[in-house]
T-cell receptor, first 114, second 113 residues
Framework: EAQVTQNPRYLITVTGKKLTVTCSQNMNHEYMSWYRQDPGLGLRQIYYSMNVEVTDKGDVPEGYKVSRKEKRNFPLILESPSPNQTSLYFC?????????????FGPGTRLTVL | GNSVTQMEGPVTLSEEAFLTINCTYTATGYPSLFWYVQYPGEGLQLLLKATKADDKGSNKGFEATYRKETTSFHLEKGSVQVSDSAVYFCALSRGGSNYKLTFGKGTLLTVNP
């Protein structure tokens, strides 16, 4: 089944403890993205990647890192999480960047930073 | 800059009622426009899209027309069902690149039997 998977689905952690949220897609997609969803703000893009080893900042990159060492994986790294990073995170992927391409979203990771 | 403004919710309707969720946008260039739906506890699913002016996207009885003159992409459905209860997001592609999306804040729709 074609899908985007994220792990973990739920995570509670404490301020300053490094964490990684994994994202993997099995559709051989070139493009991958991370978004965060907050009440009243909708979804905002954190980082995106156009291919292996090619990443760029989205609208809210502060406090996050990403890497794209393999085409299928795009982990989101919080080196020193803070309570304002408590949010629902979504990974997404798309085959290309053209007008007919569609982003497919993962199921989400709910992160709580205490 | 790029932005999406959509109708504040929540919206509560009775089954078989007509639905409109307004969406207007500000963008440079010629973005593609999207409606995504998020069912409770799930990720986002693409509902419909339009890639150029005057295009109409449609899916599952929902429709939206890309109106460049009014910079709008309103979502409509003639007869809603309980199963349509969800959060609906309007979005545009920045710079015409469909992997760089700007979303509206979302509209919660509840349909009562």
């Amino acid at each position: 089944e074609a899908q985007v998977t994220q792990n973990p689905r739920y995570l509670i952690t404490v301020t300053g403890k490094k964490l990684t949220v994994t994202c993997s897609q099995n559709m051989n997609h070139e493009y991958m993205s991370w978004y965060r969803q907050d009440p009243g703000l909708g979804l905002r893009q954190i980082y995106y990647s156009m291919n292996v080893e090619v990443t760029d900042k989205g609208d809210v990159p502060e406090g996050y890192k990403v890497s794209r060492k393999e085409k299928r994986n795009f982990p989101l790294i919080l080196e020193s999480p803070s309570p304002n990073q408590t949010s629902l995170y979504f990974c997404a992927s798309s085959l290309g960047s053209g007008r007919e391409d569609t982003q497919y979203f993962g199921p989400g990771t709910r992160l709580t930073v205490l | 800059g790029n932005s999406v403004t959509q109708m504040e919710g929540p919206v509560t309707l009775s089954e078989e009622a007509f639905l409109t969720i307004n969406c207007t946008y500000t963008a440079t260039g010629y973005p593609s426009l999207f409606w995504y739906v998020q069912y409770p506890g799930e990720g986002l699913q693409l509902l419909l899209k339009a890639t150029k002016a005057d295009d109409k996207g449609s899916n599952k009885g929902f429709e939206a027309t890309y109106r460049k003159e009014t910079t709008s992409f309103h979502l409509e459905k003639g007869s809603v069902q309980v199963s349509d209860s969800a959060v609906y997001f309007c979005a545009l592609s920045r710079g015409g690149s469909n992997y760089k999306l700007t979303f509206g804040k979302g509209t919660l729709l509840t349909v009562n039997p």
